[in-house]
């Protein structure tokens, strides 16, 4: 465990070890240095090297939760067994020892032991939502999700699942037990998408982004002119591993655009890169397995996604007509959400010809062309860090 202060802010963060969940968070994290606003991490190191390592005042770093390799849902179950095993009373130590207790607790809304912290100390606990506030989501976009409520936990973990139950009340049968609900609880989309999907809510905000700095980042080791006068297409269809199931669209992509007028960028994680490149690629078409999405957003005419809510959200930011290919959680949420607003197409027929003649037509469509600039205009990120900042403040007065 690793610790910068001996002395305890009045903040708790409390993050869940998920990449998607740590990144769209750091820039109101920041927010709040800032401000002068001090907080403590509790989590494991994996979490805090996430980007929150330059983050905070003390960081409280506790033993991975197992050695398993575990991996997407299995490992988020286990996981959350394990913040009721070990954290809860890692941290109420912690409390003890300094002889202080945090003001206020934020926590990510998977973090579902947070909740019984919360409610035994008596602290004000503010929830931050990557996505959308999934209680409250009205019509199509709750039927979209509910699937993913459903999934029930593996059989495996029966024993932690009862272990749970008889020490703390808690019984964790299903994905929809492990969100959490606070005192008031935030998403980084913005408000215009909150509108559009879910029931309003005196405890609920949809704040915006407040969208990564990559001002330091370099961008790609290709030749720059491929990067010139915003004439690329950009691919990239997930980083977490429930996303490998769309992975095999990446070649039915370069398929559909080889040797045509496009420029084309794709990034594509866990081995993917190494797999399409070990083969003869188009000279139109580059590969790689990170870049710095934001910089390539800049750059970019199309960008042809997952419709992760990170992603969603930069492209909107940056004015990015979009394809959407969905593939688990609320990525066909968010899909309908790129045609409601008339920024883009869902791709639901994959053989390349269809999807070069839906890249055409998105490309001639003036339309869309014009609600991506509408919407870009909307998204103030400024704005979102501020009220995060009022937010925090208000919880802990």
Not at 47 to 73: M, T, W
Not at 113 to 126: C, D, E, G, T
Not at 343 to 349: A, D, E, N, P, T
């Amino acid at each position: 465990m690793e610790t910068k202060e001996l002395s305890l802010s009045d903040i708790a963060y409390l993050p869940i070890d998920l990449l998607s969940h740590i990144l769209p968070f750091v820039g109101f994290l920041s927010e709040l240095n800032a401000n002068g606003v001090d907080f403590d991490i509790y989590g494991t190191k994996s979490a805090i090297s996430n980007g929150l390592d330059k983050l905070g005042k003390n960081h409280f770093e506790f033993e991975e939760l197992d050695d398993n390799k575990d991996v997407g849902l299995i490992r988020l179950f286990r996981t959350t067994y394990q913040g009721f095993l070990n954290f809860i009373p890692a941290i109420e130590a912690i409390w003890q020892e300094r002889q202080k207790k945090p003001k206020l607790i934020i926590a990510d809304m998977f973090t579902t032991y947070a909740v019984y912290l919360a409610k035994k100390h008596k602290i004000p606990l503010l929830v931050l939502y990557s996505s959308y506030l999934v209680q409250d989501l009205i019509g199509p976009w709750k039927e979209d999700i509910d699937p993913t409520l459903s999934v029930k936990r593996a059989e495996s973990l029966v024993h932690l699942d009862k272990e749970v139950e008889e020490k703390y009340g808690v019984s964790i049968k299903c994905l929809r037990d492990i969100f959490i609900r606070g005192d008031h609880n935030i998403s980084c989309l913005s408000k215009f998408i909150g509108d559009l999907t879910t029931l309003e809510k005196e405890d609920c905000s949809y704040l915006g982004p407040a969208l990564r700095d990559e001002s330091k980042s370099e961008l790609l080791d290709v030749d720059p002119s491929f990067l010139k006068d915003n004439n690329l297409i950009y691919v990239s269809l997930g980083t977490a591993q429930p996303n490998i199931a769309g992975f095999s669209l990446y070649e039915s992509i370069i398929e559909a655009l080889k040797d045509s007028e496009h420029k084309v960028l794709i990034s594509a994680m866990m081995g993917k890169a190494e797999e399409l490149n070990a083969k003869v690629l188009p000279k139109n078409i580059v590969v790689r397995s990170w870049v710095p999405q934001m910089k390539i957003l800049e750059h970019s005419k199309l960008f042809i996604s997952h419709v992760g809510a990170g992603g969603l959200m930069e492209a909107l930011s940056k004015g990015v007509p979009i394809i959407a290919v969905p593939n688990t959680a609320d990525q066909p949420a968010n899909a309908r959400v790129v045609e409601m607003l008339n920024v883009g197409r869902w791709l639901k027929k994959k053989a390349p010809q269809d999807i070069k003649k839906l890249i055409a037509d998105v490309l001639a469509n003036e339309n869309i062309k014009a609600s991506c600039q509408k919407i870009m205009n909307l998204i103030d990120p400024q704005a979102s860090k501020r009220q995060f900042v009022k937010t925090v403040r208000l919880l802990m007065k």
